[in-house]
């Protein structure tokens, strides 16, 4: 994979990186913002002409405001506004590369996941506590859109009288515990502008300690609120105040409650945003979850617990072919391979037109056809990301359940004689070789949270 170019536009610099596959990054730039829609643009395409080499294959930016992810729009812009022109078009069109375009928070989370304090994680809500307040949501893996810009944290509603926002409501997150709603309170308390949280931390008096509990008080709400809906493995605190409101947070702990996730700082510092932007920015590949086990390892049970738990599409090659076993029937043995050669093929034909990113679980014994095969089919399918699930259980338990179901299944399968065979064959198969691999043993009970852990 080719190195990428992330930018993160922010209300006082525009940071750009080249970032290679690998993750790391390899030159930068800085630049003090521009208001105007045009300038940024024009500052954009100075700093990619700067950073460009031929390794680059993609731009990816994050922009501050509401982003409409599907159309590549900006709806709405703050103090640098980009509402005004189709910039990601402009992007492309004058740097002739790829441009993916996304809210700045979301763009954190990737890089956050990618590298930083959600490294792996699947499940996950980030909340950047700076001027403003941004959001984002992870879920499955993936950006939690709703239908358009959900994950707009900053207004969530923590203080129903509170003060006038932005956003027409009236106290959200953002008006209660932004850097500058910190401001805010500290007038109120009438102590001098400027005073910073950590000297209010140090000091512990009565006053200071009022002060940092009207700040982080409403985030925690905001925080039990959002682990209750939407059960993360953890919420990520950044921007320019995280660390200072993580702290602060220490002040209002969380109280016992069915309801947990840690509360983590963010890892990546200003690079989290650069570093996300160039992640989005890779070209997407489609994911293949190879369930793999022979005749009657329970594989297919494997398979639907993961599709129940993702919502991912099983392709399973007995689904495939045996329409065609009923169609054909009589079917003996050599067509049978035939129809299984044909059935291996059309799942990877099928694969080939779903959505660019898409994960597909394959269920199939793998064994059947050569290696070279299975990689022919993946490359086909634009499958750029595999795992495998590998099913076994004792032989004789595999002889046993194919001998069970022999009755049930259509004409043209092996029947009661080809058990000795599948029990020869269990004893002597193993996982394909050079793909991670996941074992359940289909004779105990599933253990989900292993095998979703192994998935993520
Ligand atoms: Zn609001």
Redesign the pocket.
């Known amino acids: 994979m080719r190195a990428t170019i992330g930018i993160d536009i922010g209300g006082t610099n525009v940071r750009a990186a080249r970032i290679g596959a690998d993750g790391v990054v390899q030159d930068r730039r800085a630049r003090p913002s521009l208001r105007d829609g045009e300038g940024c643009l024009r500052l954009c395409r100075e700093m990619v002409a700067e950073l460009r080499d031929e390794t680059v294959a993609a731009i990816g930016v994050g922009v501050p405001g509401q982003v409409d992810f599907a159309s590549q729009r900006v709806l709405s812009g703050g103090y640098v506004d980009l509402s005004t022109l189709p910039f990601a078009e402009r992007l492309a069109q004058e740097t002739g590369l790829p441009v993916t375009l996304d809210n700045d928070a979301n763009m954190a989370l990737l890089g956050e996941v990618a590298q930083g304090a959600a490294k792996g994680l699947a499940h996950v809500v980030l909340l950047t506590i700076g001027t403003g307040i941004g959001g984002a949501i992870l879920d499955h893996g993936r950006i939690l859109r709703g239908r358009g810009v959900a994950g707009q944290l900053?207004?969530l509603t923590v203080v129903p009288e509170g003060r006038d926002?932005?956003?027409?409501?009236r106290g959200?997150t953002?008006?209660e515990s932004s850097g500058t709603a910190f401001g805010l309170h500290l007038a109120e308390a009438g102590l001098p502008a400027g005073t910073r949280a950590e000297a209010l931390l140090a000091r512990g008096d009565a006053v200071a300690e009022r002060v940092l509990h009207r700040w982080a008080a409403p985030l925690r709400g905001a925080i039990d609120t959002l682990i209750a809906t939407l059960s993360p493995e953890a919420v990520i605190i950044g921007g320019g105040a995280g660390a200072a409101m993580v702290a602060a947070l220490g002040r209002v702990p969380a109280r016992r409650s069915w309801f947990h996730a840690p509360v983590l700082g963010a890892g990546l510092g200003d690079d989290a945003g650069v570093i996300g932007a160039a992640v989005a920015a890779r070209p997407k590949g489609r994911r293949a979850v190879l369930v793999n086990g022979v005749p009657a390892s329970g594989k297919s049970g494997v398979a639907q617990a993961i599709a129940a738990a993702t919502g991912w599409p099983i392709l399973s090659l007995d689904t495939v072919k045996n329409p065609f076993l009923v169609e054909l029937a009589p079917v003996d043995r050599l067509m049978n391979r035939t129809l299984g050669r044909a059935a291996y093929r059309s799942i990877f034909d099928l694969t080939a037109q779903f959505a660019p990113d898409a994960t597909v679980i394959i269920d199939a014994w793998f064994g059947f056809q050569p290696p070279e095969v299975l990689q022919a089919g993946l490359a086909a399918a634009g499958i750029t990301e595999v795992r495998q699930i590998w099913c076994h259980a004792p032989p004789e338990t595999i002889g046993a359940r194919y001998a069970a179901r022999v009755a049930t299944r259509p004409a043209g399968h092996p029947g009661l004689d080809y058990v000795p065979e599948l029990v020869a064959l269990a004893t002597r198969a193993r996982p394909l070789d050079g793909y991670p691999s996941h074992e359940v043993d289909t004779a105990a009970p599933l253990d989900r949270d292993a095998l979703m852990r192994f998935l993520a």
């Open positions: 900053g207004h926002c932005v956003c027409g409501k959200c953002e008006t």
